[in-house]
């Protein structure tokens, strides 16, 4: 893989899907999976097979569908799960098995009851077993955010010994500072043999509204894959957004990291997610949301018209988005009124447009938005006001 080149895992299938409500059918998955293959993700996380035979079919489905992308099926560090996602793998033309376990303090006492040494030796063992079924082969270490680093370093040098190609280092309760975190993967690098041989991967939860800035410093500071879901959905308050992290490496170019994302196609496909989880995005989500690229605030919006990149870093075309949204509320000025008016056929000469305005403010106060509906009702005012006047 390049060294520039940072892989787009996504995990909306699996992690995404484990929203309460956004239960999606095969049918639905393979819609998903076919968009995501499209948009050129670099694993499909399909879902968790032994957990249940409908999550089996469409794990297996969309292995069978999806012709670019690795395809990659979850399981704890169990015989089992292993055994079933390699059996629901098997016909992907590049399969993935994602194991592993739970390395933080929290985890190995409450979750487990055992000891460290008994952590390393089931991670070796899935790792091992898991490439009895398949060549690439994905560890995570649940709950690595709040991992000691010494410990973390061990149970990964283990796990590559095993034969792990890709190590997840999951921020899984969204607790890391993002410099937390690139410190974390830097110490990885800097101590752990055999680490240049591996591919480094994000994942991160956003409890603290986090995910994004520390996903992008593990990258920054290493990592060649990143872990995420459509529209930031997932458990408790969302993993990683695909949108943010692609845009960020997009609008960065000096980074010197870039993906393999068709980003012209992420609005349609967010609308996509959405629709089939029936998943509300919040207008003001970055990239996606509704309000994303619009302006209602009479400075922003005399900079826009002037010169779209005043106020709008992304030209709204690279994500999919048809033009900026200039909206018309009792912030908005007289720029934004001549623009609006001039997109539903009026070209006003300044004292029409100063009649406008008063009538124009009189509606605005009295409703949140002035649609274009309403600019013909003002204008049929103004007409009114123009002829009186004559008189």
């Known amino acids: 893989m390049r060294n520039d080149k940072v892989q787009i895992f996504d995990t909306t299938l699996r992690d995404g899907e484990q929203v309460p409500g956004c239960k999606l059918d095969t049918k639905q998955k393979l819609i998903i999976a076919e968009r995501l293959d499209i948009l050129g993700v670099d694993v499909i996380e399909a879902g968790f097979p032994v957990s249940s035979p409908g999550d089996f079919t ?151 509204g986090l995910a994004t800035a520390n996903s992008i410093a593990g990258a920054i500071n290493g990592a060649r894959q990143i872990e995420c879901t459509i529209n930031g959905i997932g458990e408790r308050a969302g993993n990683t957004a695909l949108e943010e992290v692609v845009m960020i490496l997009k609008q960065h170019p000096y980074l010197n990291l870039t993906t393999d994302i068709d980003t012209k196609l992420l609005y349609d496909t967010s609308i996509m997610v959405r629709e089939k989880m029936g998943m509300f995005v919040q207008p003001n989500k970055a990239i996606v949301g509704a309000n994303a690229f619009a302006h209602s605030s009479g400075i922003h919006q005399d900079g826009v018209i002037k010169n779209r990149e005043t106020y709008e870093i992304i030209d709204p075309a690279e994500v999919g988005v048809t033009e900026s949204a200039i909206v018309l509320t009792a912030r908005s000025g007289r720029a934004a009124l001549a623009y609006r008016a001039k997109k539903v056929g009026y070209e006003l000469t300044k004292i029409q447009l100063d009649t406008a305005y008063k009538t124009f403010l009189q509606f605005a106060d009295r409703q949140k938005e002035v649609i274009d509906e309403d600019i013909h009702q003002i204008m049929k005012q103004v007409n009114k006001l123009s002829k009186v006047a004559l008189a």
């Open 58 to 208: 469409s794990v297996n489905e969309i292995a069978k569908l999806v012709k670019n992308a690795s395809v990659c099926g979850l399981t704890r560090a169990v015989k089992k799960d292993i055994e079933v996602a390699g059996e629901a793998l098997k016909v992907a033309i590049k399969p993935r098995i994602h194991t592993g376990i739970g390395t933080s303090e929290s985890h190995i006492k409450h979750k487990f009851n055992i000891s460290k040494d008994e952590v390393i030796f089931r991670a070796k063992n899935a790792v091992a077993y898991a490439r009895n079924f398949v060549g690439d082969v994905e560890f995570f270490a649940e709950d690595a955010g709040r991992t000691d680093n010494e410990f973390l370093a061990k149970v990964c040098e283990e796990v590559i010994k095993s034969g792990a190609t890709v190590l997840n280092i999951p921020d899984t309760t969204g607790y890391c500072l993002p410099e937390e975190y690139g410190e974390k993967i830097k110490y990885l690098k800097d101590n752990v043999k055999g680490i240049e041989n591996v591919i480094i991967s994000c994942h991160c939860h956003n409890d603290l």
